[in-house]
T-cell receptor, first 113, second 113 residues
Framework: DQQVKQNSPSLSVQEGRISILNCDYT??????FLWYKKYPAEGPTFLIS?????DKNEDGRFTVFLNKSAKHLSLHIVPSQPGDSAVYFC????????????FGAGTTVTVRA | EAGVAQSPRYKIIEKRQSVAFWCNPI?????LYWYQQILGQGPKLLIQ????????DSQLPKDRFSAERLKGVDSTLKIQPAKLEDSAVYLC???????????FGPGTRLTVL
């Protein structure tokens, strides 16, 4: 039973343009959401997070938007750079005291020069 | 600061053999996680430790998988006997506390033939 879904397995974007990655969840108990980035042969690294009390969080080129009513979040990368080519995982947890993460299947982003 | 260390990086075994993975978390991190990532899927939590105690092992196939974290630092994950469907990347992660950012190691890629 997959509670976090990333329906786009891949995304190709031109350098300098915006990358938009989408994530949907089904568990209404989720209240903390994260994005992780993964390069080949490395473990995932934390990118950005958002609490359910917010609808937007920004960190440099990365912005995460949360729509609780739609159970949907998105990650915007502006502008996209070649180093952003990686797999991006959406993750969620329920409860602010214990981050047991449920992950989506990931979206592979390729930034074209 | 040294990251999460895992060994071996790669392991190939025959089905019904046993295998063990080792993880050394970031110094001072009390919480340690083992995840299983099957090709094309996101990481799935197998077990969570807080110091040397198990917090959650609800998704660990206990008939063949076991894990321990003696002295609350290093951890080992064992599979005995292995099945073909155990082929995956096994990721170890650690965090300062149960509600803190998780840092992942590079993973061990297991192939069961």
């Amino acid at each position: 039973d997959q509670q976090v879904k990333q329906n786009s397995p891949s995304l190709s974007v031109q350098e300098g343009r915006i990358s938009i990655l989408n994530c949907d969840y089904t568990n209404s108990m989720f209240d903390y959401f994260l994005w992780y980035k993964k390069y080949p042969a490395e473990g995932p690294t934390f990118l950005i997070s958002i609490s359910s009390i917010k609808d937007k969080n920004e960190d440099g080129r990365f912005t995460v938007f949360l729509n609780k009513s739609a159970k949907h979040l998105s990650l915007h990368i502006v502008p996209s750079q070649p180093g952003d080519s990686a797999v991006y995982f959406c993750a969620a947890s329920a409860g602010s005291n214990d981050y047991k993460l449920s992950f989506g299947a990931g979206t592979t982003v390729t930034v074209r020069a | 600061e040294a990251g999460v260390a895992q060994s071996p990086r790669y392991k190939i075994i025959e089905k019904r053999q046993s295998v063990a993975f080792w993880c050394n978390p970031i110094s001072g991190h009390a919480t340690l996680y083992w995840y299983q990532q099957i090709l094309g899927q996101g990481p799935k939590l197998l077990i969570q430790f807080q110091n040397n105690g198990v917090v959650d092992d609800s998704q660990l196939p206990k008939d063949r998988f076991s894990a321990e974290r003696l002295k609350g630092v290093d951890s080992t994950l064992k599979i005995q006997p292995a099945k073909l469907e155990d082929s995956a990347v096994y990721l170890c992660a650690s965090s300062f506390g149960r509600a803190d950012t998780q840092y992942f190691g590079p993973g061990t890629r297991l192939t069961v033939l």
